[in-house]
């Protein structure tokens, strides 16, 4: 569905981010006709470039982050015709007049914040003061929200200074993954699942996300941060909220994210025999983290494994464990959840325990999997087995699916169409801080060193005591 006319400024347009993901996504939304003809993208950053130079560059990027065929030369020149480029400093008045000049009135207007934090507030002051917002803006703000719940409540209180909260996205990318709206589909779409969703039949919930790459070209970043602000903070608590909410009344932002955050806030605080820290060391792939930072003493963990309560009537008692960690065996990103054992096995002790299991995978490969026990073919008696209901997209869907979008690609268009309910909102970002905040405190003041972990592993051994000491076992990352 074409959306409005719009007027995408991305701040931080010759970043790495706005060339690898915000800009192919775009292109790609261009190519699937969901642009209407008046829409624009003008890009503003700090380097002096023409408008000329920016287009040849957004055309390399394309080239390369988006798969573009020599075919595809016209389409990406109408593409590029479309691209302004102004050079802007955030930081002072350089650029501002020229960037309202460019602006057409009447039409969507997306601010796109695609710099560091540092820079939100002179922005979000700048388009204000220049007298660049209408009705119709909004603005995008990209991930890390803030390093822990002060300076996240900095943040929310500098933007809300100068926008509505309605007018203001935070992008978190694995909201916009096909499998995560999915997962909304499947629990509250089929009247299989919803039943069952509880503590009463569900014994324990995992999610996994795990990367095979280190943290190479983000060194900095990532040693002040770690995977519990990297990742645990905001990604993974993100599924864990979708997988635990309550039904929303409707499938509106507001409803939905209130869900979310009660959620949040019915967490229990992390007991601290229940999380375990890991750091790669040295492996095939590479150098160690220690040597990747050049800090030899570093304690910032590359793997975090942890154990949470939510603490309601549906969940009491069902643990929910996540695992996120760089460096490992496979990139994996998926949601088992592990339902109880049948009450009763009618078929003795030696037809063994089967218990159903839903896994959710987010990538590669995006699908559903649902374990049934069935009996085992053949004529030796009732033994039983496991086999996976599975639905692959890609095949299921047919092959105008096997790709899906990109979640910037929802996102963007998204923010053009004025839906946030995939984007989160400020009090869930607080709340979500302030359930990771006494953890990262807990590590300072005990002078805790991460667990070392060999590269292309699964992470260290003691994630699988974890588990072990509960009479559970991690599904498997590959
Ligand atoms: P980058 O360093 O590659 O790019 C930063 C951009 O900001 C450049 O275009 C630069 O010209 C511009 N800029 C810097 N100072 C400026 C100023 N004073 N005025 C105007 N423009 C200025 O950074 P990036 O990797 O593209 O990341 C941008 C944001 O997105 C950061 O907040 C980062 O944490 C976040 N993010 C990045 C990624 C990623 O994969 N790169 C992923 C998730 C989140």
Redesign the pocket.
């Known amino acids: 569905i074409p959306v409005d006319p719009f007027d995408l400024i991305i ?8 060339q ?2 915000i800009l192919p996504a775009l292109y790609r939304r261009f190519c699937a006709g969901q642009w209407h003809e008046d829409a624009r993208i003008i890009a ?4 002096g470039h023409s408008a000329e130079d920016f287009r040849r560059m957004v055309a390399e990027s394309l080239h390369r982050h988006a798969a573009v065929r020599a075919s595809e030369s016209q389409r990406v020149s109408r593409f590029l015709q479309r691209v302004d480029y102004v050079p ?4 002072s008045a350089e650029g501002w007049g020229l960037l309202g000049e460019k602006l057409s009135p009447n039409r969507v207007r997306a601010f796109y914040f ?4 540092n ?1 939100f507030g002179p922005l979000a002051e700048r388009v204000r003061a220049y007298d660049l917002a209408t009705e119709d803006t909004r603005i995008v703000v ?3 929200f803030g390093h822990d719940l002060g300076s996240a409540r900095e943040l929310n209180a500098t933007l809300a200074a100068h926008f509505d909260e309605s007018q203001i996205y935070r992008i978190d990318h694995y909201l916009g993954k096909e499998t995560v709206q999915n997962l909304m589909a499947v629990r509250f779409g089929n009247m299989l699942f919803e039943p069952l969703w509880n503590s009463q039949y569900v014994d324990h919930i995992q999610i996994t996300v795990a990367e095979t790459v280190g943290i190479d070209g983000r060194e900095e ?1 990532y040693e002040r941060a770690g995977a519990m602000r990297d990742m645990v903070q905001n990604h993974l608590m993100q599924l864990l909220c979708l997988i635990a909410m309550e039904p929303p009344a409707k499938f509106d932002p507001d409803a939905v994210r209130d869900e979310k955050l009660k959620v949040i806030r019915a967490l229990d605080p992390v007991e601290p025999h229940h999380i375990v820290r890991g750091q790669f060391s040295a492996g095939p792939e590479g150098v160690g983290y220690r040597e990747c930072v050049g800090n030899p003493r570093s304690t910032t963990e590359s793997y975090v494994a942890l154990k949470a309560h939510v603490s309601n009537w549906r969940w009491a008692g069902t643990p929910f464990y996540l695992r996120t960690g760089k460096r490992l065996v496979a990139r994996s990103s998926v949601i088992n959840v592990m339902f109880k054992d049948a009450p009763h096995s009618i078929f003795g002790e030696e037809a063994g325990r089967h218990a159903n299991a839903l896994s959710i995978r987010l990538q590669p490969n995006e699908g559903i999997t649902l374990k049934v026990t069935i009996k085992e073919p053949g004529p030796g008696g009732m033994r039983l087995i496991d086999v996976p209901l599975d639905m692959s997209f890609a095949e299921a869907l047919g092959p105008e699916n096997q790709d899906p979008p990109d979640a910037y690609e929802r996102l963007v268009m998204d923010v053009i169409r004025g839906n946030q309910t995939l984007f989160m909102r400020g009090d869930e970002v607080e709340a979500a801080w302030a359930w990771t905040d006494p953890i990262i405190a807990g590590w300072l003041a005990r002078g805790d060193v991460p667990k070392p972990y060999d590269s292309g592993s699964t992470g260290p051994g003691d994630a699988e005591l974890l588990m072990k000491r509960d009479g559970r076992r991690w599904q498997g990352i590959k």
């Open positions: 701040f931080g347009g010759t970043g790495d981010l706005a690898r993901k503003a950053a700090r380097a802007l400093d955030a930081v695609s710099v560091g934090p820079l990209e991930k890390p970043y």
